[in-house]
């Protein structure tokens, strides 16, 4: 039986994990030919106009943070990765949201919250109109669930070896499935990130194989999440009857950013939240918001929260060009300024608006060891590391009696993934059936070792994949088709 959620209210915040299923898991199935599906919450899409008027009168671009390459639309945006410059692809515009608009989305479900978010993002033409459930969870396995078995697409998950926990790996090596190919690097997230954003600059090979992205670097992952910050303020706000509406904080547990990134982008569309990044020791983006200091520390900490161990958080990129005024120019200066030397001081203006748009704060082990037992003591509720980093601000910030604001810290995942933390916590882990099963299963995994050519075991592997997609066909797929056949390569 799972815990009980503890109750919102003086001892602890509103508890947010996430709502329906989300995440990797949540972005796509590759098309058959142009027609693809695409999913939130495992509730069913169909064709609507945006509440803020009529449909879309033209569709939404999508423009390298960087400058250099030609805007998209969201279609290219979502089968894509890393932007052909090396930027991130984000919305030409951010629409903007009147207090109308937000009293009428307070009254929707979460799956009817995410139709009506995501329709400033894609034309009504393209919005799907069927759904492919994902899991929620980590981004590799919830990536492989949601297309193991696909005869049109094949999946690369990349994760770095020993750096997960048992179940995280297993929950991925697990799947024996033709188009899965799970690959463990001796290596941590970051080089594992760099790998990627080679694959992705070879902008040749990228197009050949359809290669796209299903970790934060794709915008279709940020733009699902911003929902989750929608969501939550409807469920904090003690009213949204006063004027102006009522802040409500909102706690991020924060690795490559791509949940705070979604927060920055509802907070410029007019949602009253104010934002908190909270960190392990990997504490890149604390040292940002409080020094303007984004600088690599010389090792990535192994930490309890482990899938916030990095050191080079890709979306803080979005973030600097959003604060910029969408300034391509300066935020390629800065990025590449940060990838020669993996360090980087901030403007005085750009930080200055960093930290008047985030709070920050970073918590050690034995923070988060607290936290699981300060809430499972006063709540009986089990936290996973990562929502425990958030806690650990919460309670910091009770204990001092610093804020009355209304507060929702975001759940990251659940605790049973994660059993060394919570014996570490001294509490008792409660595992699903279906967790335990996998300890028996067949496991079947790649080795990308030290010394070893990464790139090019897996420019291979996908050339080998593809060749044998068209043999089972008997055809070779069309030049300039996408989609009809696709690789997508993720972290685990």
Sequence with gaps: MDPPRPAPGRHFPALLP???????????????????????????????????????????????????????????????????????????????????????WSRLAYPELVKELCSLFIAPELVPRSALNGTSGDTGSSAIESVRGQQNMDIFVLLPEGLCTQIQELQMTTVIEDNVHVFAAHGNSDQIDELIKELFADVDFSRKYNLMSLNSVNWSRIMVQIAHHFYAYFRCAPSLDTTPLPVVEIVVPTGGGGNITAGCIAQKMGLPIQLVAVVNSNDIIHRAVQHGDFSASEHVKATLASAMDIQEPCNVERILWLLSGCDSHLTKVLMEQFTASKSLKLPEALHRKLSETLRSSSASDEDIVRAMQRCWEENRCLLCPHTAVAAHYHYSQLDSCASSTPRCCLASASAAKFQDAVLRAGLVPQLPPEITALTAMETRSTALRRGEDWARVLRDRIAAAMQGWEARRGVSVPPGLQGVGGQVVTQG
């Excluded at 932007?83 to 984000?90: I, R, S, V, Y």
């Design 18 to 104: 996430p709502p329906p299923p989300h995440g990797p898991g949540a972005v796509a199935e590759l098309i058959r030919v142009k027609g693809w599906v695409f999913t939130t919450s495992g509730s069913f899409f169909s064709p609507f106009v945006c509440s803020c008027g009529a449909a879309l009168k033209a569709p939404m671009e999508y423009v390298s943070t960087r400058g250099g390459s030609r805007a998209v639309d969201f279609e290219g945006a979502l089968f894509s990765g890393y932007a052909p410059d090396g930027g991130l692809f984000m919305p030409r515009s951010i629409p903007s949201l009147d207090g109308a608009t937000l009293q009428r």
